[in-house]
Nanobody
Framework: QVQLVESGGGLVQAGGSLRLSCAASEHTFSRNVMGWFRQAPGRERDFVAR????????RYADSVKGRFIISRDNAKNTVYLQMNSLKPEDTAVYYC???????????????WGQGTQVTVSS
């Protein structure tokens, strides 16, 4: 059973930075891809970024491209989301997820963390 625990959320002013972490309870080699998603109140869960454990190939949503960076530390079984130049519209609960496929669809990820709140004030 893969367990994912996010941390690093908080309140930040617009233009600031935060780094989210997602620690996996076991090496997710059996789950090829780690993703970050976010959900704002009244909205669907949206794809933010993903990374493959092997090779580190990444993909980003257009809304965060150039501002956010996803990375992973295989030795620590941890995935990070460095968020720079934050905007109020980035405010949401951020979730990490593990899955088999290089997809942006939330339903195709098998395991989810509990989420961490990110609030960006204007």
């Amino acid at each position: 059973q893969v367990q994912l625990v996010e941390s690093g959320g908080g309140l930040v002013q617009a233009g600031g930075s935060l780094r989210l972490s997602c620690a996996a309870s076991e090496h997710t080699f059996s789950r090829n891809v780690m993703g970050w998603f976010r959900q704002a109140p009244g909205r669907e869960r949206d794809f933010v970024a993903r990374i493959a454990w092997s090779g580190g190939v990444t993909r980003y949503a257009d809304s965060v491209k150039g501002r956010f960076i996803i990375s992973r530390d295989n030795a620590k079984n941890t995935v990070y989301l460095q968020m720079n130049s934050l905007k109020p519209e980035d405010t949401a609960v951020y979730y990490c997820a593990a899955g088999w496929y290089t997809t942006t669809t939330p339903d195709e990820y098998d395991y989810w963390g509990q989420g961490t709140q990110v609030t960006v004030s204007s």
